[in-house]
């Protein structure tokens, strides 16, 4: 069923838990709680059977050009409104170099307060990211199972 989920994705597939992007990115599912929506606009989205939380991994290949982290994670941001940055640091993903933010904000119609938590990675061909949305009271409840799918992240040769 979670493949079936993917095939509209050229490409895309997911084998022993793992999702593989056409992109030539890998990461590993969380798991149980966890359900594919393939009617995402990103890669890969993930919606927490249990609440309303979100994960999210895309890449956008052949544009990253010169661009910096810093200006690559304020553009994924855009239409998050009066966003409070929580944490902010350099991190490393998949042996790459890597800009990690949490913030809460606003999103949505609904104008609904949420956390969010991103990692944006560069590499020469691709902009990578990384996301984990969820309303601030709930957020903890899912974030092990987001850093575990960044910890698993990785390129794969093409």
């Known amino acids: 069923m979670v493949v079936a989920a993917l095939a509209g994705c050229a490409g895309a597939r997911i084998e ?6 056409d992109k030539g990115y890998r990461v590993t ?6 359900t594919v929506d393939g009617d995402g606009a990103a ?6 059977s249990a609440g309303p939380a979100a994960i999210l ?8 050009g010169g661009r910096t982290l810093d200006v690559l994670a304020r553009h994924l ?15 490393s993903v998949g042996g790459r170099p890597a800009l ?6 606003r999103v949505g ?12 990675v560069k590499d020469g061909r ?17 974030r092990g199972d987001f850093r575990r799918l960044v910890e698993s992240f990785a390129t794969e040769s093409r």
């Not at 991994?57 to 990253?64: I, L």
């Not at 307060?113 to 990692?119: F, K, N, P, S, V």
């Open 100 to 105: 990690r933010a949490v913030l809460d904000g």
């Open 43 to 48: 890669d890969l989205v993930l919606r927490r």
């Open 109 to 120: 119609p609904g104008d609904a307060a949420t956390r969010i938590e991103t990692y944006v």
């Open 16 to 21: 022993a838990g793992v999702f593989h992007s």
């Open 126 to 142: 691709c902009v990578y990211d990384l996301v984990y949305v969820a309303p601030p009271a709930a957020f903890e409840t899912g």
């Open 29 to 34: 599912l969380p798991g149980a709680g966890w």
């Open 57 to 64: 991994a895309h890449a956008e290949c052949g544009r990253a």
């Open 77 to 91: 941001l855009l239409g998050v409104r009066d966003r409070i940055t929580l944490e902010r640091g350099a991190a």
